[in-house]
C-alpha cells in the first residue's frame, strides 16, 4: 500500500512540475491533493497582501468546480485573522487537521456551515495544509474536506495523509513559484521592449508606428494560423519568441543618424546649399553683365539655363525613379562650371550632390545606404548584451536577419536559404510590406496594398523571399482590422 500511494505522488508531482499553464496548474493542485488523500471537496487560496483569495472551489459529489477564467469565484479574500483555519494555518506555516468542525471549538467554521445551510452538504472532517516554496515564502493554502474511507464514508484524514499533502503542497508551491518568476521575466522583456519602442519613437514616430503595424500583422497572421488549424503553428514559447523579435528588429536605429533615416529626398538638407549656390551664380552673371564683362544676351542664357537647372534638380529630388535620359541631364550639370567673386573656378554642383542627384531609385547614397543597413548589426550587438530566457534565445538571431534574402543578396551576412528558418523569412515579408505601405514615411508615398503584393510576389519569382509563407500571408489578410 505504502509502495502504491509513493508511486501515486511521485507520478502527481511529476505532473505538477511539468505542467506550463497557470490556470491548469492551480486546478491541478488541488485536484492531485484530493486525490491523494481521498476526499471529497477541497479549496485552494492564493495568499496575497489583503489575504487569502478563493483560487479553486470543487465538491466532487454535488458537481461544483469553480474557479479560473470560465467560472470566477466572487467571493472575498478571507482576512489574516487566526480565528479562521485557512489564516492561522497561513499565519503559522503549519498544517490543521480537524476531525469533526461542528465539535472543534478552537477555529470560526461559520463560512463552512452557511455552505452546508445553502448546499445541504455536510462539512465534517478538515484538513489544512500551507503552501509554502523552498524559501519557506507562503504561496497559498489548499484546504481539503471530507475524507472517504474505500465505502464511502467520511472519516478524519489519517496522519499519513497529511503528510502526502503537505509534501505535495510544498512541491505545488514550488511549481507557482517558478511560473511567477516566468511570468516574471516576461513582464520584464515586455517593458524592456516597451521601453526600446519608446526610445525609437521619440526619434521617428514613422518608425516606432512601423514596428507597431508589424506586430499587429504577425500576431493576426499567428492567430490565422491557429483558427485555420493549420500544419505550421506557433508553440506558445515560439509565438513569444517571433513576436519579442518583431519589436526589437529596428532597435539599431537607435544609433542611425536622423539626417539619413529621415531623409525626405535625394539632396536632403543639401538642397539648400545647391538654392543659394545658384542664385550666387545669378547675381555674379547681373554684375558682370552692369560691369560690361559678359554681354547681356549672354546674361540672359546664363539666368535661363539657372531657372532650366533649378526644375530639374527639384525634379530629380524627388523623383521615385530616374531614367538615363535625366542622370545624362544631371552630369552635364555637374560639368557646368561658374566664376566666384574670388576669380575660383567652381560646378554648379559639388561632387556630393552630383552623387546624390544621380541616386536611380531611393533617396540614399551608397555611403548613406551603408550606414542604413548598419542598423541591423546594431541591433545584434545591442540585443547580444541581453540575457535571454532559454525559451527566447533565437530573438537576437531573429531580429537581426529580417534583411537577409534566400537568394543569398541580403544583408549583413549574405545568409543562403538554407541558413534562414521559416520565422526569419516571415518576418522579412511582415517588414517589407509595411515598409511599401506605410502612409507616414517622410521619403516615400504609400502603394496600394495589390500592389505592394504584386512587388513581393516579385521578390519571390526572382528567389529573395519565401513565396509559400508569402501565400500563407496573403490569405490571412492580416493587414485588414477585421482579421
Not at 63 to 78: F, K, M, N, T, Y
Not at 89 to 109: E, S, Y
Not at 343 to 357: I, M, N, Y
Amino acid at each position: 500500500m505504502i509502495v502504491k500511494e509513493m508511486r501515486r505522488f511521485l507520478s502527481l508531482s511529476l505532473a505538477l512540475s511539468q505542467e506550463r499553464d497557470r490556470e491548469a496548474l492551480l486546478s491541478s493542485i488541488l485536484d492531485t491533493a484530493m486525490d491523494l488523500s481521498h476526499c471529497d471537496a477541497g479549496t485552494l487560496y492564493l495568499a496575497e497582501d489583503d489575504g487569502l483569495h478563493f483560487c479553486r472551489m470543487v465538491t466532487r459529489s454535488l458537481g461544483i468546480r469553480q474557479g479560473g477564467h470560465a467560472d470566477p469565484i466572487s467571493l472575498p479574500p478571507v482576512p489574516l485573522d487566526p480565528a479562521y483555519v485557512c489564516a492561522w494555518v497561513a499565519l503559522n506555516n503549519q498544517p490543521i487537521n480537524v476531525a469533526d468542525v461542528r465539535t472543534d471549538p478552537t477555529f470560526d467554521f461559520s463560512g463552512s456551515l452557511r455552505y452546508d445551510a445553502m448546499t445541504g452538504y455536510r462539512t465534517k472532517s478538515m484538513l489544512v495544509v500551507p503552501m509554502a516554496n523552498d524559501k519557506g515564502e507562503l504561496v497559498g493554502v489548499t484546504q481539503l474536506i471530507n475524507a472517504l474511507d474505500k465505502n464511502g464514508e467520511v472519516i478524519p484524514f489519517p496522519q499519513e495523509v497529511e503528510l502526502l499533502v503537505d509534501a505535495i503542497s510544498s512541491q505545488a508551491a514550488i511549481s507557482v513559484t517558478n511560473m511567477q518568476y516566468s511570468e516574471q521575466i516576461t513582464r520584464l522583456l515586455d517593458s524592456l521592449v516597451g521601453a526600446l519602442s519608446t526610445a525609437i519613437d521619440e526619434r521617428t514616430p514613422y518608425n516606432a508606428n512601423h514596428t507597431r503595424n508589424m506586430v499587429r500583422y504577425a500576431t493576426r497572421f499567428l492567430d490565422w494560423l491557429d483558427d485555420t488549424e493549420h500544419p505550421w503553428r506557433f508553440s506558445q514559447d515560439k509565438r513569444r519568441t517571433f513576436l519579442l523579435a518583431v519589436w526589437l528588429h529596428d532597435v539599431g536605429k537607435l544609433v542611425v543618424p536622423l539626417e539619413v533615416m529621415d531623409k525626405e529626398s535625394r539632396l536632403g538638407a543639401r538642397s539648400r546649399e545647391v538654392e543659394q549656390r545658384f542664385r550666387e551664380i545669378g547675381l555674379l552673371s547681373r554684375i558682370d553683365c552692369l560691369e560690361g564683362r559678359i554681354s547681356a544676351e549672354d546674361n540672359a542664357r546664363t539666368l535661363a539655363a539657372l531657372e532650366d537647372a533649378r526644375v530639374l534638380v527639384a525634379q530629380t529630388d524627388r523623383a521615385g525613379f530616374l531614367p538615363d535620359e535625366t542622370l545624362q541631364q544631371i552630369d552635364a550639370l555637374a560639368a557646368r562650371t561658374y566664376v566666384d567673386e574670388n576669380g575660383r573656378t567652381l560646378p554648379w554642383l559639388t561632387q556630393e550632390e552630383h552623387t546624390c542627384l544621380t541616386v536611380r531609385k531611393g533617396t540614399l547614397t551608397a555611403g548613406e545606404r551603408a550606414v542604413m543597413e548598419s542598423h541591423v548589426v546594431v541591433t545584434a550587438r545591442i540585443l547580444s548584451h541581453v540575457t535571454f530566457p532559454k525559451s527566447y534565445a533565437q530573438v537576437p538571431k531573429w531580429a537581426a536577419a529580417h534583411h537577409e534574402l534566400l537568394n543569398g543578396k541580403g544583408y549583413p551576412d549574405h545568409l543562403t536559404a538554407d541558413q534562414i528558418p521559416q520565422e526569419v523569412r516571415l518576418l522579412t515579408i511582415l517588414d517589407v510590406f509595411d515598409a511599401l505601405t506605410a502612409r507616414d514615411r517622410p521619403y516615400k508615398p504609400a502603394i496600394p496594398i495589390d500592389k505592394a503584393l504584386g512587388i513581393l510576389h516579385s521578390m519571390a519569382r526572382e528567389g529573395s523571399i519565401d513565396e509559400n509563407i508569402l501565400d500563407l500571408f496573403e490569405q490571412s489578410k492580416a493587414w485588414e482590422v477585421s482579421a
